[in-house]
């Protein structure tokens, strides 16, 4: 049984209480998200700002258990890419797949950031990946020998990292290119990454963590509608 809530609020912070890449600018204000710190804003090549949070969590033997947080953020232009669904309420946005397929495809910079909650070892998280694109790219008739090789890359880039309680993984994929670079910090390490240069695989992670009702947390998907439903009504 999966068990989905929002677990945040909004303060100002003036250090964050888990690394972050090397090459990301955060700000100091900071939203909590299930008592992990996310910045307002963050500048990657541009000003980025969270639209949406939740978490990973499971009943299990009827123990709740969270797994790692969740952050997205977009380009504040983002909103004007979405006209057609101005009006619409946070509900009727969160149960829309077809808001979430438009928001995924909008040309601007997105970039997800997780924290972990519970350790976990990289491969238990790549063998999340690898099923989870595997099985999505599979139905859509898109795994082929590239799309294998290049989940095979990812999974190794996991393979042999230890995830302790605040790690952090971020995925970054720019605007016009159907790339992602993926960056892990743990602490006293020096930042890893991977260029992930597989459309179809890029895709497949994007509607993992943003894809509506296949996403992997709801509670990200209703944070997520929230927001749209409120800066779409405010747009012109």
Request: with cysteine; net charge negative; hydrophobic share 40%.
């Amino acid at each position: 049984m999966i068990s989905h809530n929002i677990c945040s609020s909004s303060s100002l912070f003036f250090l964050s209480v888990s690394p972050s890449p090397s090459n990301i600018t955060m700000t100091t204000e900071e939203v909590l998200v299930d008592e992990i710190s996310y910045p307002s804003k963050i500048t990657t090549t541009k000003p980025l700002s969270l639209l949406g949070h939740g978490i990973t969590d499971m009943e299990i033997h009827f123990i709740h258990v969270k797994f790692y947080s969740i952050g997205v953020y977009f380009e504040p232009e983002v909103v004007g890419h979405l006209q057609q669904f101005k009006g619409k309420s946070a509900k009727e946005l969160e149960e829309n797949d077809e808001f979430f397929d438009a928001l995924i495809s909008v040309p601007v910079e997105k970039f997800i950031r997780l924290v972990v909650i519970k350790e976990i070892k990289g491969a238990q998280y790549g063998v999340q990946i690898e099923s989870s694109v595997r099985d999505r790219l599979a139905a859509e008739d898109k795994y082929e020998e590239e799309e294998e090789e290049a989940l095979e890359k990812v999974i190794e880039f996991f393979q042999s990292k230890y995830f302790k309680k605040h790690s952090v993984i971020t995925y970054h994929f720019p605007a016009n290119s159907a790339t992602a670079e993926i960056v892990v910090s743990l602490e006293g390490k020096e930042d890893s990454k991977f260029v992930l240069e597989n459309a179809n695989v890029v895709e497949a992670i994007k509607k993992w963590y943003l894809g509506g009702s296949r996403a992997v947390s709801s509670s990200t998907i209703q944070s997520l509608a929230t927001t749209f439903s409120v800066e779409l009504s405010k747009s012109t």
